[in-house]
C-alpha cells in the first residue's frame, strides 16, 4: 500500500488499522499452513506394501501447496525428498538414480519409480 493511501486511511477514520490487523491474521495463517505442510513433508514415509503412485502424488500435493503460500521447494529438492521418503525397498534404485545424477522432473520421477 503506498505511503499516499495510508495517509488517507489514517486521515479519515480507522480503517487502516483494520485492513493491517487482516493482513496480520492472513500472514499468520499462511505461517501455520506452510508449517504444517512443511511438517507433512518431512514426515511423509512410504511403508512396504503401500503402493508407490499415491504417495508420490500426495507429496507433489504438498510440494504444490508449498509453492501456492509462496515457500516453495525447487524441482531438484522435491526429487531429493521423495526417495527419502521410501521404504528400504527402494535402496537401490534411490542409489541407481544418485549414482548416475539424472536430471529428471518430478513427472518423470514418478514414472521411474511405477
Do not use: W
Request: proline share 3%; no cysteine; charged share 25%.
Amino acid at each position: 500500500m503506498s505511503l499516499e493511501l495510508q495517509k488517507t486511511f489514517l486521515e479519515k477514520d480507522t480503517s487502516f488499522e483494520i485492513i493491517t490487523e487482516i493482513q496480520n491474521i492472513f500472514q499468520d495463517q499462511a505461517r501455520t499452513e506452510r508449517f504444517e505442510t512443511h511438517k507433512q513433508i518431512l514426515e511423509s514415509t512410504l511403508k512396504k506394501g503401500e503402493p508407490v503412485s499415491p504417495h508420490v502424488f500426495k507429496m507433489i500435493g504438498l510440494f504444490e501447496n508449498m509453492g501456492r503460500l509462496d515457500a516453495g521447494y525447487s524441482t531438484e529438492m522435491a526429487i531429493d525428498i521423495i526417495p527419502h521418503s521410501l521404504h528400504s525397498g527402494y535402496d537401490r534404485f534411490k542409489m541407481n538414480y544418485n549414482m548416475h545424477s539424472m536430471e529428471k522432473t518430478i513427472t518423470e520421477f514418478h514414472g521411474m519409480l511405477t
